[in-house]
Nanobody, 122 residues
Framework: QVHLVESGGGSVQAGGSLRLSCAAY????????MGWFRQAPGKEREGVAT???????NYAGSVKGRFTISRNNAQTILYLQMDSLKPEDTAMYYC????????????????WGQGTQVTVSS
């Protein structure tokens, strides 16, 4: 079992920055791929960014160039640096992990955190 705990959400004005963190506990050998997902009210959960154990990253087109995903050397903490935030980035952000290859499909991930709210005002 993997337990994920997010932190770092909050409210910011458009153009601002936030950094999300996600700490992984337990069977961290099952976290070959970790990712960030988000869900806005009335919308489906969507993939934001993923990173595998080799450090290979992938981003949704809507955040490419503005967001940066990374993880620490022990691969137990996941980060999401969000710059140039836009009101459409407002959502609940979730950390997720899986033991196989990375994908931006939320259905493929079995481990989830509780989420942290990000609100961007115009």
């Amino acid at each position: 079992q993997v337990h994920l705990v997010e932190s770092g959400g909050g409210s910011v004005q458009a153009g601002g920055s936030l950094r999300l963190s996600c700490a992984a506990y337990g069977a961290t050998y099952s976290t070959d791929c970790m990712g960030w997902f988000r869900q806005a009210p009335g919308k489906e959960r969507e993939g934001v960014a993923t990173i595998n154990s080799a450090g290979t990253t992938n981003y949704a087109g809507s955040v490419k160039g503005r967001f940066t995903i990374s993880r620490n050397n022990a691969q137990t903490i996941l980060y999401l640096q969000m710059d140039s935030l836009k009101p459409e980035d407002t959502a609940m952000y979730y950390c997720a992990a899986r033991s196989l290859f990375c994908t931006l499909s939320a259905e493929a991930f079995g481990y989830w955190g509780q989420g942290t709210q990000v609100t961007v005002s115009s």
